[in-house]
Protein backbone atom coordinates (compact mmCIF):
# COMPACT_ATOMS: atom_id res chain seq x y z
CA UNK A 1 0.00 0.00 0.00
CA UNK A 2 1.01 3.55 -0.56
CA UNK A 3 -1.93 5.12 0.35
CA UNK A 4 0.22 8.74 0.86
CA UNK A 5 1.56 8.79 -2.71
CA UNK A 6 -2.41 7.60 -4.47
CA UNK A 7 -4.23 10.17 -2.24
CA UNK A 8 -1.48 13.06 -3.66
CA UNK A 9 -2.21 11.63 -7.08
CA UNK A 10 -5.53 13.26 -7.40
CA UNK A 11 -7.04 16.36 -8.08
CA UNK A 12 -9.53 16.64 -5.89
CA UNK A 13 -8.92 19.88 -3.78
CA UNK A 14 -7.66 20.02 -0.43
CA UNK A 15 -9.87 21.79 2.12
CA UNK A 16 -6.78 22.63 4.55
CA UNK A 17 -7.87 22.52 8.53
CA UNK A 18 -6.44 25.08 10.81
CA UNK A 19 -3.32 24.11 13.02
CA UNK A 20 -3.62 25.18 16.98
CA UNK A 21 -1.73 27.64 17.64
CA UNK A 22 0.55 24.86 19.99
CA UNK A 23 1.54 22.80 16.99
CA UNK A 24 2.29 25.64 14.25
CA UNK A 25 5.98 25.27 15.58
CA UNK A 26 6.72 22.43 16.89
CA UNK A 27 10.60 20.82 18.00
CA UNK A 28 10.42 16.94 18.75
CA UNK A 29 13.08 15.25 21.00
CA UNK A 30 12.62 11.70 20.65
CA UNK A 31 11.27 10.78 17.12
CA UNK A 32 11.71 7.18 18.07
CA UNK A 33 9.33 6.88 20.21
CA UNK A 34 6.08 4.66 18.98
CA UNK A 35 3.43 7.70 17.80
CA UNK A 36 6.10 10.12 17.41
CA UNK A 37 7.06 9.80 14.17
CA UNK A 38 3.70 9.95 12.80
CA UNK A 39 2.85 12.38 14.76
CA UNK A 40 5.66 14.39 13.47
CA UNK A 41 4.69 13.63 9.88
CA UNK A 42 1.30 14.16 9.91
CA UNK A 43 2.19 17.72 11.29
CA UNK A 44 4.62 18.65 8.38
CA UNK A 45 2.02 17.65 6.18
CA UNK A 46 -0.10 19.67 7.36
CA UNK A 47 2.28 22.38 6.92
CA UNK A 48 3.34 22.94 10.16
CA UNK A 49 7.23 24.15 10.97
CA UNK A 50 8.73 21.07 12.52
CA UNK A 51 12.21 20.20 13.70
CA UNK A 52 13.68 17.19 15.71
CA UNK A 53 16.59 17.22 17.42
CA UNK A 54 19.60 15.84 15.48
CA UNK A 55 20.88 12.29 15.36
CA UNK A 56 22.10 10.23 17.71
CA UNK A 57 24.73 7.42 17.57
CA UNK A 58 21.82 5.06 18.31
CA UNK A 59 19.22 7.06 15.49
CA UNK A 60 17.39 4.88 13.19
CA UNK A 61 18.61 6.50 9.59
CA UNK A 62 15.98 5.20 7.81
CA UNK A 63 13.17 6.91 10.06
CA UNK A 64 15.00 10.32 10.33
CA UNK A 65 15.12 10.49 5.84
CA UNK A 66 10.99 9.76 6.15
CA UNK A 67 10.84 12.28 8.30
CA UNK A 68 13.15 14.79 6.10
CA UNK A 69 11.36 13.42 2.85
CA UNK A 70 7.69 15.11 4.39
CA UNK A 71 9.04 18.12 5.41
CA UNK A 72 10.77 17.34 8.79
CA UNK A 73 13.78 19.96 9.32
CA UNK A 74 16.75 17.65 11.58
CA UNK A 75 18.55 20.69 13.73
CA UNK A 76 18.32 22.02 17.02
CA UNK A 77 15.20 24.09 18.37
CA UNK A 78 14.62 27.01 16.33
CA UNK A 79 13.33 30.72 17.36
CA UNK A 80 9.86 30.92 17.13
CA UNK A 81 9.21 27.35 18.21
CA UNK A 82 5.81 27.09 19.88
CA UNK A 83 5.87 23.97 21.93
CA UNK A 84 8.08 20.96 22.31
CA UNK A 85 6.55 17.48 22.21
CA UNK A 86 8.51 14.95 24.14
CA UNK A 87 7.55 10.98 24.23
CA UNK A 88 9.10 10.70 27.58
CA UNK A 89 12.71 9.23 26.17
CA UNK A 90 15.47 9.86 28.95
CA UNK A 91 17.98 9.70 26.42
CA UNK A 92 17.20 13.31 25.29
CA UNK A 93 19.42 15.96 25.98
CA UNK A 94 18.24 17.47 29.38
CA UNK A 95 19.59 20.42 28.62
CA UNK A 96 16.90 21.23 25.76
CA UNK A 97 13.82 20.38 28.26
CA UNK A 98 15.83 22.79 30.72
CA UNK A 99 15.85 25.63 28.04
CA UNK A 100 12.52 25.31 27.10
CA UNK A 101 10.93 25.51 30.79
CA UNK A 102 13.19 28.59 31.61
CA UNK A 103 11.32 29.92 28.48
CA UNK A 104 7.92 28.95 29.46
CA UNK A 105 7.72 26.58 26.45
CA UNK A 106 4.71 24.34 26.63
CA UNK A 107 6.00 20.53 26.68
CA UNK A 108 3.45 18.03 24.87
CA UNK A 109 2.70 14.25 25.70
CA UNK A 110 1.60 12.66 22.24
CA UNK A 111 -1.71 11.96 23.67
CA UNK A 112 -2.56 15.92 24.17
CA UNK A 113 -0.77 16.72 20.74
CA UNK A 114 -3.46 13.95 19.58
CA UNK A 115 -6.14 15.37 21.21
CA UNK A 116 -5.72 19.00 19.91
CA UNK A 117 -5.17 17.95 16.53
CA UNK A 118 -8.66 15.48 16.04
CA UNK A 119 -10.47 18.88 17.61
CA UNK A 120 -10.36 20.02 14.05
CA UNK A 121 -10.83 17.13 12.38
CA UNK A 122 -14.64 17.21 11.43
CA UNK A 123 -14.81 12.90 12.16
CA UNK A 124 -12.64 11.12 14.35
CA UNK A 125 -12.05 7.21 14.73
CA UNK A 126 -9.81 6.67 17.72
CA UNK A 127 -8.41 2.84 18.44
CA UNK A 128 -7.54 1.84 21.80
CA UNK A 129 -6.27 -0.80 23.68
CA UNK A 130 -4.01 -2.32 26.57
CA UNK A 131 -2.50 -4.39 23.41
CA UNK A 132 -2.96 -4.94 19.74
CA UNK A 133 -4.24 -1.27 18.28
CA UNK A 134 -0.79 -1.19 15.74
CA UNK A 135 -2.03 -3.71 13.25
CA UNK A 136 -5.64 -2.63 14.04
CA UNK A 137 -5.23 1.41 13.28
CA UNK A 138 -2.87 0.79 10.15
CA UNK A 139 -5.04 -1.68 8.40
CA UNK A 140 -8.31 0.54 9.09
CA UNK A 141 -6.50 3.44 7.48
CA UNK A 142 -5.89 1.19 4.29
CA UNK A 143 -10.12 0.18 4.64
CA UNK A 144 -10.81 3.68 4.26
CA UNK A 145 -9.00 4.53 1.76
CA UNK A 146 -11.69 6.11 -0.19
CA UNK A 147 -12.30 8.52 1.99
CA UNK A 148 -8.87 9.69 1.71
CA UNK A 149 -8.00 9.53 5.73
CA UNK A 150 -5.57 11.43 7.66
CA UNK A 151 -3.71 9.63 10.29
CA UNK A 152 -1.51 9.35 12.97
CA UNK A 153 0.01 6.03 13.67
CA UNK A 154 2.45 3.77 16.52
CA UNK A 155 3.93 1.97 13.16
CA UNK A 156 3.64 2.98 9.35
CA UNK A 157 1.78 0.53 7.21
CA UNK A 158 4.39 -1.36 5.00
CA UNK A 159 5.22 0.98 2.32
CA UNK A 160 3.83 3.98 3.80
CA UNK A 161 4.15 6.56 6.41
CA UNK A 162 3.39 6.94 10.34
CA UNK A 163 1.55 10.11 9.56
CA UNK A 164 -0.69 11.41 6.80
CA UNK A 165 -2.82 14.82 6.14
CA UNK A 166 -5.59 13.38 4.11
CA UNK A 167 -8.21 14.74 2.63
CA UNK A 168 -8.79 16.95 5.66
CA UNK A 169 -12.36 15.24 6.99
CA UNK A 170 -11.69 12.03 8.66
CA UNK A 171 -8.63 11.28 11.15
CA UNK A 172 -7.67 8.22 12.44
CA UNK A 173 -5.58 8.06 15.45
CA UNK A 174 -3.88 5.10 17.35
CA UNK A 175 -3.80 5.95 21.28
CA UNK A 176 -1.27 3.16 21.60
CA UNK A 177 -0.47 2.77 25.45
CA UNK A 178 2.76 4.75 26.61
CA UNK A 179 5.97 2.66 25.86
CA UNK A 180 9.05 4.88 26.44
CA UNK A 181 8.94 7.01 29.86
CA UNK A 182 7.16 3.93 32.15
CA UNK A 183 10.50 3.28 33.47
CA UNK A 184 10.50 6.88 35.20
CA UNK A 185 7.51 6.12 36.76
CA UNK A 186 6.76 5.13 40.56
CA UNK A 187 4.67 2.81 41.55
CA UNK A 188 0.89 3.44 41.59
CA UNK A 189 1.80 6.31 38.90
CA UNK A 190 -0.94 7.67 36.94
CA UNK A 191 -0.86 8.99 33.49
CA UNK A 192 -3.48 11.79 31.70
CA UNK A 193 -6.84 9.90 30.79
CA UNK A 194 -6.72 7.91 28.10
CA UNK A 195 -8.34 10.23 25.29
CA UNK A 196 -8.88 13.05 27.32
CA UNK A 197 -10.78 15.67 25.77
CA UNK A 198 -11.69 13.83 22.31
CA UNK A 199 -14.95 12.65 21.14
CA UNK A 200 -14.76 10.08 18.20
CA UNK A 201 -17.15 9.34 15.71
CA UNK A 202 -15.86 5.87 16.27
CA UNK A 203 -13.87 4.17 18.74
CA UNK A 204 -12.18 0.96 18.40
CA UNK A 205 -11.20 -0.71 21.15
CA UNK A 206 -8.85 -3.91 20.94
CA UNK A 207 -8.48 -5.01 24.64
CA UNK A 208 -9.11 -3.81 27.91
CA UNK A 209 -6.01 -5.51 30.22
CA UNK A 210 -3.56 -4.46 32.60
CA UNK A 211 -0.30 -2.62 30.58
CA UNK A 212 1.62 -0.95 33.52
CA UNK A 213 1.57 1.65 33.99
CA UNK A 214 -0.75 3.37 31.97
CA UNK A 215 -3.44 0.56 33.64
CA UNK A 216 -2.10 -0.98 36.56
CA UNK A 217 -4.71 -3.74 36.25
CA UNK A 218 -8.00 -4.60 34.47
CA UNK A 219 -10.47 -2.44 36.39
CA UNK A 220 -8.21 0.84 35.70
CA UNK A 221 -8.15 -0.50 31.48
CA UNK A 222 -12.07 -1.05 31.52
CA UNK A 223 -12.97 2.39 33.17
CA UNK A 224 -10.93 4.29 31.23
CA UNK A 225 -11.91 2.81 27.99
CA UNK A 226 -15.46 3.33 28.65
CA UNK A 227 -15.47 7.01 29.38
CA UNK A 228 -13.72 6.82 26.11
CA UNK A 229 -16.58 5.03 24.56
CA UNK A 230 -19.14 6.77 26.24
CA UNK A 231 -17.68 10.02 24.43
CA UNK A 232 -18.27 8.85 20.64
CA UNK A 233 -21.06 7.90 18.66
CA UNK A 234 -19.98 4.11 18.13
CA UNK A 235 -18.07 1.73 19.96
CA UNK A 236 -17.19 -1.18 18.26
CA UNK A 237 -15.71 -3.83 20.15
CA UNK A 238 -13.03 -6.82 19.51
CA UNK A 239 -15.22 -9.02 21.50
CA UNK A 240 -12.86 -12.41 22.10
CA UNK A 241 -9.76 -9.75 23.74
CA UNK A 242 -9.32 -9.49 27.42
CA UNK A 243 -12.25 -6.80 29.22
CA UNK A 244 -14.34 -6.14 25.65
CA UNK A 245 -17.12 -8.25 26.65
CA UNK A 246 -17.17 -6.71 29.98
CA UNK A 247 -16.83 -3.22 28.36
CA UNK A 248 -20.07 -4.41 25.87
CA UNK A 249 -22.25 -4.91 29.03
CA UNK A 250 -21.37 -1.81 30.90
CA UNK A 251 -21.84 0.58 28.09
CA UNK A 252 -25.42 -1.19 27.47
CA UNK A 253 -26.34 -1.14 30.91
CA UNK A 254 -27.54 2.69 30.94
CA UNK A 255 -28.01 5.18 27.93
CA UNK A 256 -24.72 5.68 25.75
CA UNK A 257 -23.29 4.97 22.56
CA UNK A 258 -24.03 2.50 19.69
CA UNK A 259 -21.65 -1.04 20.52
CA UNK A 260 -21.18 -2.57 17.68
CA UNK A 261 -19.51 -6.37 18.53
CA UNK A 262 -16.62 -8.28 16.35
CA UNK A 263 -16.41 -11.92 16.63
CA UNK A 264 -17.11 -15.57 15.59
CA UNK A 265 -20.22 -16.40 17.63
CA UNK A 266 -23.80 -16.00 16.15
CA UNK A 267 -24.37 -12.82 18.63
CA UNK A 268 -22.35 -10.98 16.91
CA UNK A 269 -22.90 -7.57 15.36
CA UNK A 270 -20.73 -8.08 13.11
CA UNK A 271 -19.57 -11.84 12.60
CA UNK A 272 -16.42 -13.70 11.47
CA UNK A 273 -17.66 -16.73 9.42
CA UNK A 274 -14.57 -17.86 8.24
CA UNK A 275 -10.93 -17.63 8.71
CA UNK A 276 -8.57 -19.76 6.54
CA UNK A 277 -4.94 -19.51 5.85
CA UNK A 278 -3.32 -20.37 3.06
CA UNK A 279 0.30 -20.36 4.35
CA UNK A 280 0.80 -17.21 2.33
CA UNK A 281 -1.98 -15.19 3.22
CA UNK A 282 -5.42 -15.52 5.26
CA UNK A 283 -8.74 -15.46 3.81
CA UNK A 284 -11.69 -13.77 5.95
CA UNK A 285 -15.66 -13.55 5.62
CA UNK A 286 -17.29 -11.06 7.82
CA UNK A 287 -20.72 -10.75 7.75
CA UNK A 288 -23.21 -7.18 8.89
CA UNK A 289 -26.00 -6.17 8.14
CA UNK A 290 -27.57 -9.05 6.11
CA UNK A 291 -24.19 -8.46 4.10
CA UNK A 292 -21.17 -11.80 3.17
CA UNK A 293 -17.47 -9.88 2.63
CA UNK A 294 -14.16 -12.20 2.20
CA UNK A 295 -11.17 -10.43 2.08
CA UNK A 296 -7.61 -11.28 2.82
CA UNK A 297 -5.11 -10.23 4.90
CA UNK A 298 -0.83 -11.24 3.92
CA UNK A 299 0.12 -11.62 7.42
CA UNK A 300 0.67 -14.74 9.96
CA UNK A 301 -1.43 -15.81 13.29
CA UNK A 302 -5.09 -15.30 14.35
CA UNK A 303 -4.57 -12.13 16.24
CA UNK A 304 -3.63 -10.53 12.51
CA UNK A 305 -6.46 -11.85 11.06
CA UNK A 306 -9.21 -10.53 13.41
CA UNK A 307 -7.61 -7.24 13.91
CA UNK A 308 -7.98 -6.35 10.43
CA UNK A 309 -11.84 -7.79 10.69
CA UNK A 310 -12.43 -5.36 13.29
CA UNK A 311 -10.59 -2.50 11.63
CA UNK A 312 -13.51 -3.65 8.30
CA UNK A 313 -16.02 -3.70 11.30
CA UNK A 314 -14.93 0.06 12.33
CA UNK A 315 -15.23 1.19 8.52
CA UNK A 316 -18.65 -0.47 8.45
CA UNK A 317 -19.85 1.43 11.73
CA UNK A 318 -18.65 4.77 10.38
CA UNK A 319 -21.18 3.87 7.52
CA UNK A 320 -18.64 3.19 4.64
CA UNK A 321 -20.26 0.54 2.33
CA UNK A 322 -18.69 -3.57 2.85
CA UNK A 323 -17.35 -3.64 -0.72
CA UNK A 324 -15.17 -0.09 -0.54
CA UNK A 325 -13.41 -1.60 3.18
CA UNK A 326 -12.61 -4.72 1.21
CA UNK A 327 -11.05 -2.82 -1.66
CA UNK A 328 -9.17 -0.64 0.17
CA UNK A 329 -8.00 -3.59 2.33
CA UNK A 330 -6.77 -5.69 -1.12
CA UNK A 331 -3.58 -2.99 -0.56
CA UNK A 332 -2.58 -3.89 2.89
CA UNK A 333 0.27 -5.28 3.16
CA UNK A 334 0.74 -5.38 7.05
CA UNK A 335 2.74 -3.39 9.70
CA UNK A 336 6.33 -2.38 9.59
CA UNK A 337 8.27 -4.98 11.71
CA UNK A 338 5.09 -6.70 12.30
CA UNK A 339 5.97 -11.08 11.68
CA UNK A 340 8.28 -9.25 8.58
CA UNK A 341 10.67 -11.48 7.29
CA UNK A 342 14.13 -10.19 6.95
CA UNK A 343 15.74 -12.92 4.63
CA UNK A 344 16.67 -16.39 4.83
CA UNK A 345 20.14 -18.39 5.41
CA UNK A 346 21.37 -21.48 5.25
CA UNK A 347 17.34 -22.85 5.18
CA UNK A 348 16.79 -20.72 8.62
CA UNK A 349 14.16 -17.81 8.06
CA UNK A 350 14.82 -14.36 10.19
CA UNK A 351 11.75 -12.50 11.24
CA UNK A 352 11.24 -9.82 13.49
CA UNK A 353 8.34 -8.47 15.50
CA UNK A 354 7.34 -5.22 17.43
CA UNK A 355 5.59 -7.00 20.20
CA UNK A 356 5.69 -5.64 23.55
CA UNK A 357 2.76 -6.49 25.32
CA UNK A 358 2.11 -10.08 26.92
CA UNK A 359 -0.40 -10.78 24.35
CA UNK A 360 1.43 -9.44 21.94
CA UNK A 361 4.40 -11.96 22.05
CA UNK A 362 2.37 -14.56 22.49
CA UNK A 363 0.12 -14.10 19.30
CA UNK A 364 3.41 -13.12 17.48
CA UNK A 365 4.67 -16.28 18.42
CA UNK A 366 1.79 -18.58 17.35
CA UNK A 367 2.15 -16.37 13.96
CA UNK A 368 5.70 -17.42 13.46
CA UNK A 369 4.28 -21.40 13.78
CA UNK A 370 2.51 -20.99 10.78
CA UNK A 371 5.45 -19.74 8.66
CA UNK A 372 7.83 -22.76 9.49
CA UNK A 373 7.75 -26.14 9.95
CA UNK A 374 10.95 -26.61 12.15
CA UNK A 375 11.52 -25.22 15.79
CA UNK A 376 10.68 -21.23 16.43
CA UNK A 377 13.44 -19.51 18.57
CA UNK A 378 12.49 -16.31 20.16
CA UNK A 379 14.89 -13.59 20.73
CA UNK A 380 13.66 -11.14 23.02
CA UNK A 381 14.23 -7.90 24.23
CA UNK A 382 12.23 -6.91 27.31
CA UNK A 383 11.22 -3.16 27.63
CA UNK A 384 11.65 -1.33 30.47
CA UNK A 385 12.56 -2.77 33.95
CA UNK A 386 8.88 -1.65 35.35
CA UNK A 387 7.18 -3.10 33.09
CA UNK A 388 9.26 -6.80 32.89
CA UNK A 389 8.86 -7.13 36.40
CA UNK A 390 4.90 -6.18 36.65
CA UNK A 391 4.11 -8.50 34.03
CA UNK A 392 7.34 -11.21 34.15
CA UNK A 393 4.75 -13.91 34.74
CA UNK A 394 2.63 -13.29 31.64
CA UNK A 395 5.88 -12.79 29.59
CA UNK A 396 7.11 -15.74 31.12
CA UNK A 397 3.83 -17.86 29.98
CA UNK A 398 4.24 -16.06 26.50
CA UNK A 399 7.44 -16.90 25.66
CA UNK A 400 6.89 -20.69 25.88
CA UNK A 401 5.34 -20.26 22.75
CA UNK A 402 8.66 -20.58 21.41
CA UNK A 403 10.91 -23.60 21.67
CA UNK A 404 13.89 -21.95 23.25
CA UNK A 405 14.51 -18.09 24.05
CA UNK A 406 17.34 -15.97 24.49
CA UNK A 407 16.48 -13.28 26.53
CA UNK A 408 18.43 -10.32 25.72
CA UNK A 409 19.46 -7.11 28.14
CA UNK A 410 15.97 -4.76 28.88
CA UNK A 411 15.93 -1.87 26.61
CA UNK A 412 15.11 0.96 29.43
CA UNK A 413 15.95 4.71 28.60
CA UNK A 414 16.05 5.68 32.35
CA UNK A 415 18.58 3.68 34.47
CA UNK A 416 17.21 0.86 37.05
CA UNK A 417 16.53 2.33 40.18
CA UNK A 418 18.45 0.50 42.73
CA UNK A 419 16.06 -0.88 44.91
CA UNK A 420 14.37 -2.24 41.64
CA UNK A 421 14.74 -5.70 41.00
CA UNK A 422 16.23 -6.03 37.13
CA UNK A 423 13.34 -6.88 34.64
CA UNK A 424 15.44 -9.30 32.88
CA UNK A 425 16.01 -12.06 36.25
CA UNK A 426 12.25 -11.53 36.96
CA UNK A 427 11.49 -12.76 33.45
CA UNK A 428 14.13 -15.42 33.89
CA UNK A 429 13.19 -16.91 37.60
CA UNK A 430 9.30 -17.16 36.30
CA UNK A 431 10.23 -18.95 33.38
CA UNK A 432 10.42 -22.92 32.91
CA UNK A 433 13.68 -24.23 33.59
CA UNK A 434 15.99 -24.85 30.53
CA UNK A 435 13.34 -22.86 28.18
CA UNK A 436 15.15 -19.15 28.37
CA UNK A 437 18.69 -18.64 28.09
CA UNK A 438 19.82 -15.37 29.47
CA UNK A 439 22.31 -13.39 27.51
CA UNK A 440 24.96 -11.48 29.40
CA UNK A 441 26.96 -8.94 27.34
CA UNK A 442 31.06 -8.64 28.27
CA UNK A 443 33.94 -6.98 26.77
CA UNK A 444 35.63 -10.95 26.10
CA UNK A 445 32.01 -12.18 24.84
CA UNK A 446 30.92 -12.62 20.89
CA UNK A 447 27.53 -10.99 20.24
CA UNK A 448 24.26 -12.21 21.19
CA UNK A 449 23.77 -13.63 17.32
CA UNK A 450 26.57 -16.36 17.56
CA UNK A 451 24.65 -17.62 20.84
CA UNK A 452 21.46 -17.85 18.29
CA UNK A 453 23.31 -19.13 15.33
CA UNK A 454 24.25 -22.22 17.52
CA UNK A 455 20.71 -23.04 18.82
CA UNK A 456 19.07 -23.34 15.27
CA UNK A 457 19.20 -25.58 12.22
CA UNK A 458 18.05 -25.42 8.43
CA UNK A 459 14.00 -25.38 8.60
CA UNK A 460 14.25 -23.27 12.26
CA UNK A 461 12.45 -19.73 12.34
CA UNK A 462 14.42 -17.04 14.18
CA UNK A 463 11.63 -14.50 15.86
CA UNK A 464 13.41 -11.56 16.86
CA UNK A 465 11.18 -9.00 19.55
CA UNK A 466 12.03 -6.08 21.04
CA UNK A 467 12.32 -2.33 20.60
CA UNK A 468 15.94 -1.65 19.82
CA UNK A 469 18.65 -4.24 20.29
CA UNK A 470 16.44 -6.69 19.15
CA UNK A 471 15.94 -4.36 15.51
CA UNK A 472 19.75 -4.51 15.34
CA UNK A 473 20.22 -8.14 15.92
CA UNK A 474 18.05 -9.60 12.67
CA UNK A 475 20.43 -8.61 10.12
CA UNK A 476 23.96 -9.37 12.15
CA UNK A 477 22.10 -13.16 13.30
CA UNK A 478 22.12 -13.45 9.25
CA UNK A 479 25.39 -12.41 8.37
CA UNK A 480 26.47 -14.50 11.37
CA UNK A 481 24.44 -17.52 9.43
CA UNK A 482 26.47 -16.68 6.18
CA UNK A 483 29.59 -17.50 8.29
CA UNK A 484 28.18 -20.48 9.85
Not at 34 to 44: F, K, R, V
Request: with cysteine.
Amino acid sequence: MNATADADSTEAPRRPLPLPGLLSAVHILDPHTPGIAGLASYLARRHARVTVSPPRPDSRPDLLQRLERCGVGLRAATPGTAALIWGGDNTVVHEVLDHAVGRGLPILGYGRAVELLAATAPTTVAVAGSHSTTMTAAALTCALVSRDPGWILAEAPKGDSAGYDGGGELLVVDLCPDSSGHDASPPGWHFRSLGEGLDPAVTLVTAADAAPPSWWNQQEALDQMEALARRSGTAVLWAAQPGCLELADRLRRRRGPRVVTVGRGADMDVQVLGRFWTGEEHRVTVQAGGERHTFTVPVAGTNSAMAVATAWAAGWALGVPGHELVNGLGAFAGVERSLTRLGTRGGIDVVESIAVHPREIEADLQGARMLTEGAVVAVYEPSGHLRSNTLAGLIADALTAADRTVLLPVHSTFPRHHNRVDGGESILTASPAGTVIRYEPGLDQPGPESLVASLVRRGDLVLTIGPHAARRIGPSLLAALDRS
